[in-house]
């Protein structure tokens, strides 16, 4: 798993270099990943990151629900997802209604 993980992070975080405008819709999940590597220099890298795609920012509209960051069953790409009671939106959900 740490391997997927240290691959998938390894990607997006390419991404997010090479592309400023898809720098905000891959912080999420890059954080996430960050956290469950254990990795404090991405950590702090993603956290600092204020970087906004447009006029309004994609955190407008992404409700996550508190401890996303190491609760690694919450899907922060997903555009709609539901964990026991409580609905969440992330990324996708947000570039939608953004676009």
Same mark, same amino acid.
């Given at each position: 798993?740490?391997?997927?993980?240290?691959?998938?992070?390894?990607?997006?975080?390419?991404? $997010?270099?090479?592309?400023?405008?898809?720098?905000?819709?891959?912080?999420?999940?890059?954080? #996430?990943?960050? $956290?469950?590597?254990?990795?404090?220099?991405?950590?702090?890298?993603?956290?600092?990151?204020?970087?906004?795609?447009? $006029?309004?920012?994609?955190?407008?509209?992404?409700?996550?629900?508190?401890?996303?960051?190491?609760?690694?069953?919450?899907?922060?790409?997903?555009?709609?997802?539901?964990?026991? #009671?409580?609905?969440?939106?992330?990324?996708?959900?947000?570039?939608?209604?953004?676009?």
């Amino acid at each position: 798993m740490q391997n997927d993980a240290r691959e998938a992070i390894r990607y997006f975080d390419a991404l $997010y270099d090479r592309n400023e405008k898809m720098r905000e819709q891959v912080k999420y999940p890059l954080l #996430q990943l960050a $956290y469950f590597i254990g990795d404090e220099k991405r950590i702090k890298k993603y956290e600092n990151d204020k970087t906004r795609s447009g $006029y309004f920012p994609i955190s407008a509209f992404i409700y996550l629900p508190a401890g996303w960051k190491t609760d690694y069953s919450v899907d922060v790409i997903s555009s709609w997802s539901r964990k026991g #009671q409580d609905t969440y939106r992330g990324v996708g959900y947000a570039v939608f209604h953004l676009n």
